[in-house]
T-cell receptor, first 115, second 110 residues
């Protein structure tokens, strides 16, 4: 079974631009979560989607948004990029929310650099 | 109250030794405590997890010890191997929201 895939793997953008990252979950998984990973703040939860609906949201500004499609694929968008948005963005999928044990499978991430 | 404090930030252990990573939390409502292992260039992978009504869970060389009264839990890696060199994250879950510790970079000397 193929794992979680994320595209692109690396991205360089300029301040003020916007960016869209894509995540394809494991086949059959319907829940997708997004995380931001930085050396200073570690891993921080952005949001979770299930059945095309946002279920949970972390403490990030409205510039960060996402969506999920009917095939469970998900995208996240960051508008008006700031230097501090440089990070590894991770996507994780699970069969369904609240599944115990809490098994979510992470993709390799998209490394975003904002200059 | 939503923080999970992890220590140490980095750890060097001799091959065959025991690696110990500690985490502490404040919110007693957390209901699940997973540990993740992350290798460079990869996303984190679930290693082992425990519920707060259990004091210890062992899977192979990995053991979680949980002290509910002290609001602390730790990961023990027995017979540590160079292949265990990675970054380890503890986490706590409440209402399907996961809070991660800042991570511990573990290096096992061959």
């Amino acid at each position: 079974k193929a794992g979680v895939t994320q595209t692109p793997r690396y991205l360089i953008k300029t301040r003020g631009q916007q960016v869209t990252l894509s995540c394809s979950p494991i086949s059959g998984h319907r829940s997708v979560s997004w995380y931001q990973q930085t050396p200073g703040q570690g891993l921080q939860f952005l949001f979770e989607y299930f059945s095309e609906t946002q279920r949970n949201k972390g403490n990030f500004p409205g510039r960060f948004s996402g969506r999920q499609f009917s095939n469970s694929r998900s995208e996240m968008n960051v508008s008006t990029l700031e230097l501090g948005d440089s990070a590894l963005y991770l996507c994780a999928s699970s069969f369904q929310p609240g599944q115990v044990p809490y098994e979510q499978y992470f993709g390799p991430g998209t490394r975003l650099t904002v200059t | 109250q939503q923080q999970v404090k992890q220590s140490p930030q980095s750890l060097i252990v001799q091959k065959g030794g025991i690696s110990i990573i500690n985490c502490a939390y404040e919110n007693t409502a957390f209901d699940y405590f997973p540990w993740y292992q992350q290798f460079p260039g990869k996303g984190p992978a679930l290693l082992i997890a425990i519920r707060p009504d259990v004091s210890e869970k062992k899977e192979g060389r990995f053991t979680i010890s949980f002290n509910k009264s002290a609001k602390q839990f730790s990961l023990h890696i027995m017979d540590s191997q160079p292949g265990d060199s990675a970054t380890y994250f503890c986490a706590a879950i409440l209402n399907d929201k996961i809070i991660f510790g800042k991570g511990t970079r573990l290096h096992i000397l061959p």
